[in-house]
C-alpha cells in the first residue's frame, strides 16, 4: 500500500499524512487506484499483500475521501510483517489459484526480488520510478491484456469472496453439519 496505493508510509505519516488526490504526487496515486479498479471490473482479483499494521490499512480504506479503492474491491488483504513471498503463497492457496496466475507489484525491490526468487512463477512489477509512471509500469508487460470480457468477470471478486469465506468456515466448524449450520 504505501508508496504504491498512496504515497507515504501510514505507520509513519498517518492518514491526514500520506499522498492521495490533489496536485502532484497524490494525484497520480489516485490515476493508479483508477487503473487498478478498471482491472477488478475485468475480472481481475484485487489482494493486498503489505507491511503494516491492518488497522491502519483499513482505515485508509475505509475513511480516506481520496480512497479510489474501497474494501469492497479487496478479495483478500494480507497486512501485517510476515514475508511478502509467504503472504503471496497464502493468497493462491486462499484463493485456489496458481502462483501463475499472479501479478505482485510494489515499490520495494528488495520485495520485488525476494517474491521473484521464492516464487518465480509469479510475475513481479517493481514500481521503481516516479509515482505517474506507475500505469505505464502496470501496462508495459501486457500481464493484463485480454481479448475478450464477459460480464461475468465483473462479478469474480464476489465469487472467491464467498469462496475464502467458505474456507474459513470450514476450519471454524467442527463437525459437517455445524459447517453447513454456519451457512445458513
Given amino acids: 500500500c504505501d508508496n504504491t496505493l498512496w504515497g507515504g ?3 509513519e505519516d498517518g492518514i491526514d499524512g500520506i499522498k ?12 493508479f487506484q483508477q487503473q487498478i479498479l478498471n482491472f477488478k471490473h475485468r475480472g481481475i482479483i484485487l489482494a493486498l499483500s503489505t507491511k503494516n499494521n491492518e488497522e491502519d490499512v483499513i482505515n485508509v480504506f475505509k475513511n480516506h475521501p481520496m480512497m479510489i479503492l ?7 488483504i494480507k497486512a501485517n510483517w510476515d514475508d511478502k513471498a509467504a503472504n503471496v503463497s497464502q493468497i493462491a492457496n486462499e484463493l485456489n489459484i496458481g502462483l501463475d496466475s499472479i501479478v505482485f507489484v510494489d515499490d520495494s525491490k528488495f520485495e520485488c526480488e525476494w517474491v521473484s526468487s521464492k516464487l518465480p512463477e509469479v510475475k513481479v512489477i517493481h514500481l ?14 501486457g500481464y493484463f ?10 462479478k469474480k471478486t464476489e465469487r472467491y469472496k464467498a469462496e475464502v469465506l467458505r474456507k474459513k ?4 466448524s467442527n463437525t459437517y453439519e455445524d459447517y453447513l449450520k454456519s451457512l445458513n
Wanted: hydrophobic share 35%; charged share 25%.
Fill in 145 to 154: 491484456d485480454s481479448l475478450t470480457y464477459l460480464e461475468e468477470d465483473n
Fill in 169 to 172: 468456515l470450514i476450519k471454524g
Fill in 20 to 31: 492521495i488526490g490533489g496536485g502532484y504526487p497524490g494525484s497520480s496515486f489516485v490515476l
Fill in 128 to 141: 521503481n520510478e516516479e509515482p505517474c509512471f506507475h500505469i505505464n509500469k502496470l501496462l508495459d508487460r
Fill in 70 to 76: 474501497k474494501l469492497s474491491d479487496i478479495t483478500i
Fill in 9 to 11: 508510509i501510514i505507520g
